[in-house]
């Protein structure tokens, strides 16, 4: 066990619970009556409506409401220090199964499902460890992982292909492996288009070999994307992969600044949500990451007494991570590097084209 929940949250939690809101207690949307089972999902500071891995896993949530029947609770965290005392308030008001959407629930999420056994619990990318950082399973909490390097190597090597400049570039939020897998799987895909072509596309912002590279230090602040996507822009990149949820947008407000500079979103698909709808041109394509898909189906299985502790790991195989359509650039992909990209998604799914990341799950 690495901490514990200080029992005086717990005079607070009804109070937390209600701050950081709460969907209706019952619904019958499908006709289905689960309205028994209680749903409930915490977001780490980035907020339900951040265009990116909260609003996936809160679309998975309410999906479940309307398919299901299930009530639901949510506590959106606005700030790091909000996530135990939300975990608490779920606690207390005895939801069935709780979902931490983040890896920087992982703490809070351990600590609340080892201190409550009866309750189940699942925590959206990331695994649990102890204090050394090894690898520790428990019977009532389910990681949902994804192998997102698979989907990013699409998006290198389309990176690679679509450059005018022959300089791409990549950047994190914080260096997690959530967000590392990614970068590594971009800068594989580069690589591989270079071989292929025998071009030599430069990628900055990321070593995958050193596994260091350029981070914003956070996942709030827009700021620092815009700021650091500029730097890319003057270094000669045209084409910039944030992986840092919602700091993403300051990618995107910093190339509409520059003629013919393009973004690759993460998580979702970047060109659907409304928060980018002024910058849905400047959109190539996304790395998704079928958050929504994974929360349901925990939800379901838990709802029908199959809850398992096994990690749920999305793969190019089934569907849990993939690459979304080119939408205003759908014209402007060649169609023999969209056939490229085709073949390598199938050697991948095929096992004949592994796609390595110390991050990798």
């Known amino acids: 066990m690495k901490k514990s929940i200080p029992a005086a949250l717990t005079a607070a939690a009804a109070l937390t619970l209600a701050a950081c809101g709460a969907a209706p207690e019952e619904t019958g949307g499908s006709g289905e009556d689960n309205s028994d089972f209680l749903a409930c999902m915490i977001s780490d500071e980035g907020g339900w409506d951040d265009a990116s891995f909260n609003e996936s896993g809160y679309n998975g949530l309410t999906q479940a409401e309307t398919d299901l029947g299930v009530t639901i609770r949510d506590a959106e965290s606005t700030d790091p220090g909000q996530y135990a005392s939300n975990a608490d308030a779920m606690v207390q008001a005895g ?171 993460v998580d979702s698909d970047g060109y659907e949500q409304p928060a980018n709808a002024d910058y849905q041109h400047l959109i190539l394509t996304s790395v998704l990451k079928q958050i929504q898909t994974a929360v349901f189906d925990t939800i379901e299985s838990s709802v029908e007494g199959d809850f398992s502790a096994e990690p749920y790991v999305g793969t190019l195989e089934n569907g849990g991570v993939g690459l979304a359509p080119f939408h205003d650039f759908e014209d402007a992909v060649p169609a023999e590097l969209q056939t490229e990209i085709e073949d390598l998604q199938a050697q991948i799914v095929a096992g004949d084209l592994e796609i390595t990341s110390p991050s990798a799950n």
């Not at 199964?97 to 992982?106: D, P, Q, S, Y």
């Not at 990681?143 to 290198?156: D, H, I, R, V």
């Not at 730097?231 to 190339?255: E, K, M, N, T, Y």
């Open 95 to 265: 939801c069935s199964l709780t979902i931490g959407v983040g890896f920087a629930l992982e703490d809070t999420i351990q600590e609340v499902a080892e201190a409550n056994e009866d309750l189940n619990f699942a925590l959206v990318d990331s695994g649990f460890s102890d204090d050394e950082f090894n690898p520790v399973e428990y019977d009532n909490a389910k990681p949902l992982l994804f192998n997102t390097q698979e989907a990013a190597y699409l998006a290198g090597y389309l990176a690679a292909g679509m450059t005018e400049t022959g300089t791409v570039a990549t950047y994190g939020g914080q260096p997690f492996p959530s967000v590392t897998i990614f970068m590594d799987g971009f800068v594989d895909g580069v690589a591989a288009y270079n071989e292929a072509h025998g071009t030599d596309v430069q990628t900055l912002g990321w070593d995958k070999d050193a596994q260091n590279g350029s981070m914003t230090g956070d996942f709030t602040n827009t700021e620092n994307g815009y700021n650091t996507t500029q730097q890319f822009i003057a270094d000669g990149a045209d084409i910039i992969l944030p992986v840092a949820g919602p700091v993403g947008g300051g990618s995107l407000r910093a190339a509409a600044e520059h003629e013919d500079v393009s973004v690759i979103w």
